[in-house]
């Protein structure tokens, strides 16, 4: 028989026992007063993963591969265009490729194309291009001419105007040299001319126009000569004489 205690009753035995020292009420496990107790451990919030990191373009690599898809002037010529890592690029109004007829016998390498130059998207246009034209029509050589043996074709090393007219950087001019090499390889001269010490730095790796001028060399597996670049010899006219006789070596090559 189930006995039921009132409240004033209870709340009276309650008081007795904590007068006796029950403080606690019982449990039904013993439990264990010494014994540690485990800490659980939060867990920790997930650390976003890190992004993997991009892979390290190689401009010069990226260049070769372009380069060495052309088959044709044309396709060259897109395939510089479509190139996106070269900084003068974007600061540039043209791109300047080629000009005169690529069944030339002698082919010029410039430097990079000045302010007229970028404005027409043709090199050797400006004073320093018409001084060029007269050079070369003093041996009976001419851009605009029709014959093999008779007409010229012109490039840069660089097809985009560096900013303020700057040298080319170390860095722009061997990602583009793969360009350079491969249009070379598509006109297939018998001569190159190397105007100025850009150019012979960029093909020969080698500076100094004034020693290294009139010296018969081998760029891309073709003859070469070093020239002064007509920019200079419109600074330094006396130096015009030297490059007469660069002319006439040229055209002795021709003619033997």
């Given at each position: 028989?189930?006995s039921?205690?009132?409240?004033?009753?209870?709340?009276?035995?309650?008081e007795?026992?904590?007068?006796?020292?029950?403080?606690?009420?019982?449990?039904?496990?013993?439990?264990?007063?010494?014994e540690?107790?485990?800490?659980?451990?939060?867990?920790?919030?997930?650390?976003?993963?890190?992004?993997?990191?991009?892979?390290?373009?190689?401009?010069?690599?990226?260049?070769?591969?372009?380069?060495?898809?052309?088959?044709?002037l044309?396709?060259?010529?897109?395939?510089?265009?479509?190139?996106?890592?070269?900084?003068?690029?974007?600061?540039?109004?043209?791109?300047?490729?080629?000009?005169?007829?690529?069944?030339?016998?002698?082919?010029?390498?410039?430097?990079?194309?000045?302010?007229?130059?970028?404005?027409?998207?043709?090199?050797?246009?400006?004073?320093?291009?018409?001084?060029?034209?007269?050079?070369?029509?003093?041996?009976e050589?001419?851009?605009?001419?029709?014959?093999?043996?008779?007409?010229?074709?012109?490039?840069?090393?660089?097809?985009?105007?560096?900013?303020?007219?700057?040298?080319?950087?170390?860095?722009?001019?061997?990602?583009?040299?793969?360009?350079?090499?491969?249009?070379?390889?598509?006109?297939?001269?018998?001569?190159?001319?190397?105007?100025?010490?850009?150019?012979?730095?960029?093909?020969?790796?080698?500076?100094?126009?004034t020693?290294?001028?009139?010296?018969?060399?081998?760029?891309?597996?073709k003859?070469?000569?070093?020239?002064?670049?007509?920019?200079?010899?419109?600074?330094?006219?006396?130096?015009?004489r030297?490059?007469?006789?660069?002319?006439?070596?040229l055209?002795?090559?021709?003619?033997?």
């Amino acid at each position: 028989m189930e006995s039921a205690l009132d409240y004033h009753t209870a709340h009276a035995l309650l008081e007795w026992q904590v007068e006796l020292g029950a403080t606690e009420a019982l449990l039904d496990a013993p439990v264990n007063r010494y014994e540690i107790p485990e800490t659980r451990e939060k867990p920790k919030s997930a650390e976003p993963a890190a992004a993997p990191a991009a892979p390290k373009v190689n401009p010069v690599e990226i260049a070769k591969q372009l380069a060495s898809k052309a088959s044709t002037l044309a396709e060259l010529e897109q395939a510089i265009a479509g190139f996106e890592h070269c900084a003068l690029k974007r600061g540039a109004r043209s791109l300047v490729f080629s000009d005169g007829n690529p069944a030339a016998r002698v082919m010029i390498i410039g430097e990079a194309p000045g302010r007229d130059e970028d404005r027409l998207g043709k090199p050797f246009v400006g004073r320093a291009g018409q001084l060029l034209d007269k050079m070369f029509e003093a041996i009976e050589l001419d851009r605009s001419a029709q014959a093999r043996e008779e007409t010229l074709y012109i490039t840069n090393v660089m097809p985009w105007r560096p900013p303020q007219n700057r040298d080319p950087q170390a860095d722009e001019i061997e990602m583009m040299l793969p360009f350079v090499e491969r249009h070379v390889a598509l006109v297939d001269p018998d001569f190159i001319v190397l105007m100025g010490n850009i150019s012979c730095q960029a093909v020969l790796g080698k500076r100094g126009i004034t020693r290294l001028r009139g010296e018969w060399t081998e760029a891309f597996g073709k003859p070469a000569l070093p020239m002064f670049h007509p920019a200079f010899l419109l600074r330094s006219p006396q130096m015009k004489r030297e490059t007469w006789t660069d002319l006439l070596s040229l055209k002795a090559r021709l003619v033997g």
